[in-house]
């Protein structure tokens, strides 16, 4: 079973940007859809942006404009370019994966504070 790692979380100021990482351990065209979740404290896990083999990546109304979620296949990895960042995007970042069966890495922690 092909697993997932993120990385490239971190404490960064409100207006900065981050760049995430998902590298999985073998082909990720195995998914029919990759995608990015958080979850902020006290809060539940929620979708962030998902692309699928074909179209454009989606995203979710609070993030629209500023992340930008994009795949290397030959790298076998995901990103999710995450500009503007606002106190409200803190919490910890899942990359998923999505076929017959779901995976899902270990997460990785954004923390955007002044």
């Known amino acids: 079973q092909v697993q997932l790692v993120e990385s490239g979380g971190g404490l960064v100021q409100p207006g900065g940007s981050l760049r995430l990482s998902c590298a999985a351990s073998?082909?990720?065209?195995?998914?029919?859809?990759m995608a990015w979740y958080r979850q902020a404290p006290g809060q539940q896990r929620e979708l962030v942006a998902r692309i699928f083999k074909i179209g454009s990546p989606i995203y979710a109304d609070s993030v629209k404009g500023r992340f930008t979620m994009s795949r290397d296949y030959a790298k076998n990895t995901v990103y999710l370019q995450m500009n503007s960042l606002k106190s409200e995007d803190t919490g910890v970042y899942y990359c998923?994966?999505?076929?017959?069966?779901?995976?899902w890495g270990q997460g990785t922690q954004v923390t955007v504070s002044s």
């Open positions: 998923n994966g999505a076929s017959d069966l779901t995976v």
């Open positions: 073998g082909s990720i065209f195995v998914f029919n859809s």
